[in-house]
């Protein structure tokens, strides 16, 4: 039972970040419904909202996932191998996420946008 409480402990605040995260995304989007983008910088910056959302998604689920396998190695090297490899990838994402929009605005000075 205290196991399931660490679990549980461990996991609350990245899925709260994430739930968070998706339900303001759709409100953005559900601001003006129906409203088509006018040009290519708008539909550029939708998907940037999307790639940086999607990436944060990720990378809190790889954080709760490498939590958890660390909470539940036991001792087991191993375990906490694979915990601290998923610790690595979740912070790889988020810089990922910080990134993409730097990337984008660097991608379109290139193109003159």
């Given at each position: 039972?205290?196991?399931?409480?660490?679990?549980?402990?461990?996991?609350?605040?990245?899925?709260?970040?994430?739930?968070?995260?998706?339900?303001?995304?759709?409100?953005?989007?559900?601001?003006?419904?129906?409203?088509?983008?006018?040009?290519?910088?708008?539909?550029?910056?939708?998907?940037?909202?999307?790639?940086?959302?999607?990436?944060v998604s990720l990378a809190t689920l790889f954080l709760t996932i490498g939590f958890i396998r660390m909470l539940l190695a036991g001792g087991d090297p191993g375990e906490v191998a694979?915990?601290?490899?998923?610790?690595?990838?979740?912070?790889?994402?988020?810089?990922?996420?910080?990134?993409?929009?730097?990337?984008?605005?660097?991608?379109?000075?290139?193109?003159?946008?």
């Amino acid at each position: 039972m205290r196991r399931l409480r660490q679990i549980i402990a461990a996991a609350a605040v990245p899925l709260t970040l994430t739930v968070v995260l998706l339900v303001r995304a759709i409100a953005a989007d559900a601001a003006v419904p129906g409203a088509a983008p006018k040009d290519l910088p708008t539909v550029i910056g939708n998907i940037t909202a999307w790639l940086v959302g999607l990436l944060v998604s990720l990378a809190t689920l790889f954080l709760t996932i490498g939590f958890i396998r660390m909470l539940l190695a036991g001792g087991d090297p191993g375990e906490v191998a694979k915990g601290k490899e998923a610790l690595k990838n979740a912070a790889l994402g988020y810089a990922g996420a910080i990134l993409a929009p730097v990337l984008v605005k660097i991608l379109q000075s290139f193109v003159g946008g």
